[in-house]
């Protein structure tokens, strides 16, 4: 069974930072794609950050130059980190994985976990 199991989320300023990590059981690890999207009140969920079992990276034009992805091998966990914080980050994020090349369609998706809430204040 695979699961997805979110962390690291919090509040903080603009202008600040957060590390939130997924950490997969099963063989989700091992998957070929896994990501982070997000969902603020009122919006659709998007494609924030998505890494493929080569370490190439692809993100959302929104948070080029201030979010990275990153596996721990050792851990068997992802993270986002997430530096410069914008107001309007303010989201739920999810982890998410499939074992296929990367891709920002949602709906590709087969494993989700249950989200990390992020909130950032002016």
């Known amino acids: 069974q695979v699961q997805l199991v979110e962390s690291g989320g919090g509040s903080v300023q603009a202008g600040g930072f957060l590390r939130p990590s997924c950490a997969p059981s099963g063989y989700a690890y091992s998957m070929y794609c896994m990501g982070w999207f997000r969902q603020a009140p009122g919006g659709e969920r998007e494609g924030v950050a998505f890494?493929?079992?080569?370490?190439?990276?692809d993100y959302a034009d929104s948070v080029k130059g201030r979010f990275t992805i990153s596996k721990d091998n050792a851990k068997n966990t992802l993270y986002l980190q997430m530096n410069s914080l914008k107001v309007e980050d303010t989201a739920m994020y999810y982890c998410?994985?499939?074992?296929?090349?990367?891709?920002?369609?949602?709906?590709?998706?087969?494993?989700w976990g249950q989200g990390t809430q992020v909130a950032v204040s002016s």
């Open positions: 998410a994985a499939r074992d296929s090349y990367c891709t920002r369609a949602q709906s590709a998706y087969k494993y």
């Open positions: 890494l493929d079992t080569y370490g190439r990276a």
